[in-house]
């Protein structure tokens, strides 16, 4: 079945201690678009400026990513600059520079309104509302926040709580909406703002899901080369509705297993910079990763 | 079979913002014995001044531990003094007062000789190697340190890395030894440094075991409340090693479930002060969490 994501489509570039790494394309939409589009196909809802390069149009044609949904507005596509640090843990913006994302509405072509599977990707709470105002009866939605939302948009995401049935979020995140430390205290109280599903993304240490099955805690694929973090959290959020939306059954059964494959797709993405390692993956070498995974976890 | 437990004997006064806890039985080597008193027999070595509590040999004695290791010096027993913060994230050492230990030199009774399960506990490197002159053909020996022997005695314990099968560490301890910030690699490293079995601590994250079966990630048993995690290293590490101990058949089959054990125990020990929270737990009640543990990590 399809899934709809919507969130932003940048261009990023990131530079490290050895590297200038231009305009890559990035954005919490395009990371998740591709890593959903493993498994089945995709719909995508962002907006783009006039500088936005073909190359990239072609990319996500290649994945099979529908792109009538996304806009094409005169002015300049949403642009992030960073730095990493020479130990690639810590990374600095050195500059926002929003473009057409400034007066981005989310409009959804018709055919895209009956989408069973709805992923809300990192993007201002109010249009992810708006977004949910225009889909009809979805089978299942999930939305990712940041920490910014948490600081200046706190009241329309606590009200979207109520509206989705999954909320993804790191651990720092959990800390910040709660106020509480413990992550399984903070999970608890999560469950109480709405969704039945909350996910605690913990980064190289993994993700734990909470459920009406009780706690599913999935440690991190092992990387001995992390090239570049960035997007890692919106492959995991975009491989796991991916996952879901492919798969016949029951939803709750298979959510374990879609933690799983958000979390191959994030180590892949992980290993290049941009969306290079996330290209370098197929279902095969997914799979290849799980598997691994199921011999590094089992007892 | 019996474990031999060499390490440090101390009182540790813990002070949080709410409570003072003065002179609770802490140490290495105790946390680690009666972590591993639970499955078997236990021989402990260490030394304790002439003001060390008789409630506390009472303590060791109820658990079973064999104390004809354990010297009684004139001049007074190792204390440390410690405070948390108020989100228990933090813990900074007030006073550190060696007392007898300053002089310890481990003398092992003729019974202990032949234990053939050894574990040497957070000491100093010398004193480590010392207990290893002194025992006769172990079956298996494994080390605990942390980072102030890396910092004073670092060719000791690259030394010791060579007569051991097992080294313990946490995570930036790992980082601190080989300079490698990427834990997958940093294992590669230390295994080249002689142990073939490492297993890296993460506290509240886990523990990554590596050894001649790969990789074993093991998540933490998740808390819903902190009280103190002093000591949890030890007690993962004694548990551990109690529970091979406790074990027929092939070590290497035991050993992924060792680190649960290990893990277990040490999820008490941070429930209460010192150690209440291990005191608290029973085999049942650790064979309880380890079920939960497998439902939790279930696919």
Redo the contacts between chains.
Sequence with gaps: MSVLVVGSTALDSIKTPWQENPRLLGGSASHAAVAASFFGPVRLVGVVGDDFPRRYLALFERRGIDLEGLQRAPGKTFHWSGEYEV???NRRTLKTELGVFETFRPALPPAYRRTPYVLLANIAPELQHHVLDQVVRPRWVIADTMDLWLNIALKPLIRLLRRIDALVLNDSEARQLTGE?????AL?KIHHLGPRIVIVK?G???A?LSGPD??????AY?????VDPTGAGDSFVGGLIGYLASQPGSLRRNL??AV?HGSAVASFCCEGFGLTGTLKASLAKIRTRIRA???????
């Design positions: 130990n690639m843990n430390d413990n992550v399984v205290v608890r913990k190289e240490h993994g734990i009780g706690l599913f805690l999935a440690p092992p990387l001995d080369k992390l374990r297993r799983l995974w199921e011999r590094m976890t089992r007892i």
